[in-house]
């Protein structure tokens, strides 16, 4: 069964930047669109970016124009480039499947802290 892990989180200050990475173990579908999530203390899990096989992102307008999502189906790796960072991005982020196109357990995610 395909694990992921996260890794990549850390401290930042406000206006600054992180990159995120995702490993599987196996292979990901290219039917698959992954995305990636975020949960917030006391706030439920949202979607915040996901991306296609060929390369198709899509973004929640929370973070349009600030995070880039891509992918690497050889190495089976998706990463979130996350710049101009805000408080409010601070949450516990995730990877996984996205739209009910593949499913994989949850990862232990990577935490992100903006804070000054």
């Known amino acids: 069964q395909v694990q992921l892990v996260e890794s990549g989180g850390g401290l930042v200050q406000p206006g600054g930047s992180l990159r995120l990475s995702c490993a599987a173990s196996g292979s990901i579908s290219r039917l698959c669109i992954m995305g990636w999530y975020r949960q917030a203390p006391g706030k439920q899990r949202e979607l915040v970016a996901t991306?296609?096989?060929?390369?198709?992102?899509n973004y929640a307008d929370s973070v349009k124009g600030r995070f880039t999502i891509s992918r690497d189906n050889a190495k089976n790796t998706v990463a979130l480039q996350m710049n101009s960072l805000k408080p409010e991005d601070t949450a516990v982020y995730y990877c996984n499947g996205a739209y009910s196109t593949c499913g994989y357990p949850w990862g232990q995610g990577t935490q992100v802290t903006v804070s000054s």
């Open positions: 991306i296609t096989s060929g390369g198709t992102p």
